[in-house]
């Protein structure tokens, strides 16, 4: 997420709106996203059901897989990126290519 609120004005630019979603309480996501300084909403999913909506619960249970959706503006995925270690992200300039090539 780091990445993505470094160039949040880049994909503001682009047409783009940055939602995070985690599977953490209102209050840890709140934590989170103070101490992560994200200049982007960061929704709580505690219930799972955007994340199951997803297929993104890990085999635990406990965590979502890491990753990344491009929407269009009706709310269709255009692009995904799904991820077993949340370590690896795809680059800000595949993600702002990918909201090009929607326009």
Do not use: C
Not at 56 to 74: Q, T
Request: aromatic fraction near 8%; hydrophobic fraction near 45%; avoid cysteine.
């Amino acid at each position: 997420m780091a990445g993505l609120a470094t160039d949040a004005e880049k994909f503001k630019a682009a047409g783009a709106e940055i939602l995070a979603i985690s599977v953490d309480d209102r209050e840890k996501s709140a934590e989170l996203a103070t101490r992560l300084r994200l200049p982007f909403p960061l929704l709580f999913d505690r219930d799972h059901k955007v994340i199951d909506s997803y297929g993104l619960l890990d085999p635990s249970g406990k965590i979502s897989m890491a990753a990344v959706f491009v929407l269009d503006r009706n709310g269709v995925v255009r692009w995904s990126y799904i991820a077993d270690d949340y370590k690896i992200r795809p680059l800000d300039e595949q993600l702002l290519a990918e909201l090009a090539s929607i326009k």
